[in-house]
């Protein structure tokens, strides 16, 4: 798997490179700590011996410590920067990737996908593959290594050093299978819980007006009982497995170590031999002990990899092989028929033009479909049947990043950064200059509201905007699209939530972005819209009706019938 994801997320002959180094320098620094081990019993030997020159193993001593250090900085320092390498690629990859899907792959449960892939699945992969990967490699490149050596030395203890290995590993192996179940059954609990205290924390307020604290209560403490009755669980059936992994390794080290001993008496085997044995068959196993820790690593990196995959495999917006591009900026919606994945809706056979030059309004009851004609022209969603053209071009033989040039967008819900006004305006056009911004606020009816903060454009602004009104956003937000100068613009119901006041001040910033360009209004306040140049009708996903606003009033239909709701309501509250 490790393979298949190092070339999945490109991570290049850099990335590999440093973790073949990675491995090579670990497993050297391990093997010049068994050097100097063996220097050292062999001065023993020496010493015992009654031999006295001893320079040459001090020169070794000396030698190997150098190199020993030398390999296990040039590890730290290579594994790290394996470790960013991966992160790097994988974050770089998906943020690529993010701008080519359809607006169908963000779901809200996606969005959180995206979130823990970004932050937690790539520095998962970076840690494990980079850092415990390469140890875990070299561990077992030295195990092997030592156990070579070991063999040839005597190769009866060697047997009896491995004697009981199988059995251990068949004992972790069946721990690890049982427990399976438990893990899941642990981490479905987990996540009950988290969900459980979220939406408590959430609603607090909430619950506090409907006095239902003391429920949530119950249900919270219900689920964190839950939680630790299954960590129990699942915490004593480790507990077993381990145990019974680790009595093996400790009886074979007894095995090995009587049988050595007899050995040794029975002047079958040297005492130096011996020796060795007995310190290099620690090294031998230290692998196969961590080998649970590395198997969890391993399903951790199985589920981070299988998540990064799926957004990495995700379908994209399709480029087309030769892009065209549109001469003029008319819009022809041509017998467009869509649904979604989910859900009732379905848009049918529409057909209508948007003239360049002229205002056309979008009405129609909630649900109708209003916003799904703009998702449509943008590509967020991929029609099923018929065609959208720009300028007599099918948008989808378009490039997409030219089709997103080409629209400006102000929408209900605007969207801010967490960053001073001026560089939320800025976003329009990463180009413009500070004069054009402020002559673009100057459009959008802001630029007086800006300069009366003592920090003016430079004001910070809270995360989505926080410390602006509705219709101030609305207008930081037609000031964007000023300053992207595009000739087909799309404002999304952006009145509906705002002050007269703001209102009239959004009506003349709009009326200032509408001039020659294509622009499609959504609304539904039908005073802002009478003046359209076409105003089209939807009803459950079909046109009903399309006309100027005083042949809709004379055709006694839905328009007819939803403007009347609205002056209704009006004298209501004036009444009220
Ligand atoms: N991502 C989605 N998945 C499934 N159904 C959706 C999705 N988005 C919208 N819908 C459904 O499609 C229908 C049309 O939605 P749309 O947002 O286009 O209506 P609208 O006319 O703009 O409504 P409103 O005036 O309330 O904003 C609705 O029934 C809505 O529930």
Redesign the pocket.
Known sequence: MTKELLSNIGIGAKGKGLLGMAILTTALGTLCNAGIMIVILKMMEQITGGRGDLSRYWWALAGITVFRMLFNSISSIVRHFAGFEIVAKIKTQIILRLKQFT??FY?NERMGEISTVIHNDADNLGGIVGHLGSRMISDFLVAFIIGTGLFLIDWRMGLAMVSLLPAAIWILVRGIQNNLQLKKANQANLADMVSLFVEYTKGIPLLKAFTEIPVFKDRLEASAVKFGESSKKEAKSVASYLGKYFFLFELCYAILATLGAYWVFGNNLSLFDYLIFMIFCREFYRPFAALEGHWLSYMSVKDSYQRVARILDAPVVEKPAAPQEAKHFDIAFDRVGF???????E?KNASFTLEQGTLTA?V????????????LMLRF?EPQSGRIQIGDVDIRRMDYDELLANISIVM?NVILFADTIYENIKMGNKNATRAQVMEAARKAMIHDFIMSLPDGYDTPLGENGVGLSGGQKQRLSIARAFLKNAPIVIL??ITSNVDPLNEVKIQKAISNLAADRTVLV?A?HLRTIQNADKIIV?NR?EIVEMGKHHQLMQNNGLYRELWDAQERAKEWRICG
């Open positions: 607006l169908g779901s649904s979604y994945e989910a859900g009732e809706f848009l979008l129609g009851p909630s649900g109708s479909g209003k916003t799904t004609i703009t998702n969603w209900q999304d119901e959504i539904h939807f996903g």
